[in-house]
């Protein structure tokens, strides 16, 4: 059952990585080796110095954790070998429509076109040099393309090895991570759940006596979100890269994404390097210049004003990411403060607390098994149930209030004054 492999790549956090030939051919392909110039982490590294990780390790660390797991399950699901590959090969592209800047470049396509960076995956497997590579390899682009982003039908335990909360993503993102940055939180026993896991009427389950461990990975990503991912300084430097391409998409044509060849070549230091140079023929490009400047020599925008909540429904997100609640509390803001709208940044990042399943659901539960005297017994357990995660179960939303280091004084009065001592949600204006 054990896929043949040609050669090995030396990885830092799992040590060797062996590939077979279909995934050397694919790993060479233009579209993979464009992901070692697209950060990891975007702008994390004005924080954390050493996350200067690409999203090419990541993709084969996540290949290499799907292979793993594939491997445990061979025997216990029944799993052929071209499931195998299959499931690695997805692994491997599953992060392959990351644009500049990774998730800061989706937040502006998203808004601009309504896509993410799932269905530009889609794409490139569909549309470029990897679907003839996948094709002559009696491989089908069209299975992978959908497996890729766990939307795969008809085959719910492959779908979840890909995307949701026991996802070979997840397994490799918490650990490289905390590895690159420093930060202690990410380090879990990814083995003890990967041999810990099954199949039972097509869903992935876990042994109940590894739920310890299944435990640890939800917490670690908690913690991972609140040190580094939603870190305020981290979040800083990245919404002024967002706006930055935001203001500068109609010059650059960021979001133009009728030719694949052309978004081949929007990475990191291309894009930077593009933003650096604008000709700030207008305001928009004139900010979007700044702005980038003031990135360069690491001139951040200051917080003057944070609200972390920890919620059990959607509430706070469907209204923080209302544009007009943005757009009406900036110009509020502004107007108290004395100064243009254009230098207040409101940032709402939000996330759920335990990982989405691979349908985009709120996890609620996870089926665990047992094998005793009696057989084999399943049971499902509420999140909720779990002593630690029960209590993060939820919803963790941050809003926060940036602006200029000149203008701070003032805007942190003005935010004082409309906000008090109360919850933020309570002044959303009307």
């Known amino acids: ?28 392909s233009l579209f993979v080796q464009r992901l070692r110039r697209i950060h990891q982490l975007a702008g994390a590294y004005m924080v954390y110095p050493g996350g200067v990780h690409t999203r090419f390790e990541h993709s084969l660390g996540t290949m290499h954790v799907a292979g793993l797991a594939a491997e445990s399950l061979a025997d216990k699901a029944g799993l052929k070998r071209e499931q195998i590959q299959e499931l690695r090969l997805a692994a491997l592209l599953h992060d392959v429509g990351h ?35 996948l094709e002559r390899n009696g491989i089908s682009p069209k299975k992978i393309s959908q497996l890729c982003v766990g939307k795969l039908k008809d085959a719910p335990f492959m779908n979840e090895m890909i995307a949701g909360s026991l996802s070979a993503d997840i397994m490799d993102y918490l650990l490289r991570d905390s590895y690159f940055t420093g930060v202690e939180y990410g380090k879990v026993d990814i083995h003890r759940v990967i041999d ?13 006596a590894a739920v ?25 430097a990245e919404l002024m890269l967002a706006h930055s391409m935001a203001l ?62 920890q919620r059990n429904d959607r509430m706070v997100e469907e209204i923080f990411n209302q544009k007009t609640f943005r757009s009406e509390l900036t110009t509020r803001i502004a107007e108290s403060a004395g100064t243009d709208a254009a230098n207040i940044y409101i940032d709402v990042p939000t996330t759920p607390s335990v990982p989405y399943t691979y349908e985009r659901a709120a996890l609620r539960s996870i089926t665990l098994f047992s094998d005793d005297s ?54 959303i204006p009307a």
Do not use: W
């Open 196 to 208: 810990s896991l099954d199949v039972i009427d097509e869903h992935l389950v876990l042994d109940r």
């Open 248 to 309: 500068a998409d109609e010059e650059l044509g960021l979001t133009n994404l009728s030719n694949m060849q052309r978004y081949l070549k929007l990475t990191d230091e291309v894009v930077f390097e593009q933003l650096l140079s604008l000709s700030a023929k207008n305001q928009s490009s004139k900010l979007a210049k700044k702005l980038a400047d003031s990135y360069d020599r690491r001139r951040l925008v200051k917080c003057v004003f944070e609200k972390v909540m």
């Open 99 to 133: 644009g500049p800047y990774s998730h800061l470049y989706e937040e502006v396509l998203t808004e601009k076109t309504g896509l993410t960076h799932e269905d530009m995956s889609q794409r490139i497997v569909l549309e470029t040099d990897i679907r003839e590579i």
């Open 1 to 28: 059952m054990t896929l043949r492999y040609v050669s090995e790549i030396r990885d830092p956090v799992h040590g060797y990585i062996k590939i077979t030939k279909e995934e050397r051919a694919v790993i060479d």
């Open 212 to 236: 310890y461990a299944f435990e640890a990975l939800l917490i670690a990503r908690y913690e991972m979100f609140k040190a580094v991912y939603f870190h305020r300084t981290v979040r800083a």
């Open 374 to 427: 009696g057989g084999r017994r399943t049971a499902k357990l509420s999140i909720a149930e779990l002593p630690l995660v029960g209590s993060i179960t939820g919803f963790t939303d941050v809003l926060r209030v940036y602006t200029t280091p000149e203008h701070r004084t003032k805007v942190a009065k003005a935010v004082q004054t409309l906000f008090g001592e109360g919850d933020p949600i309570a002044h």
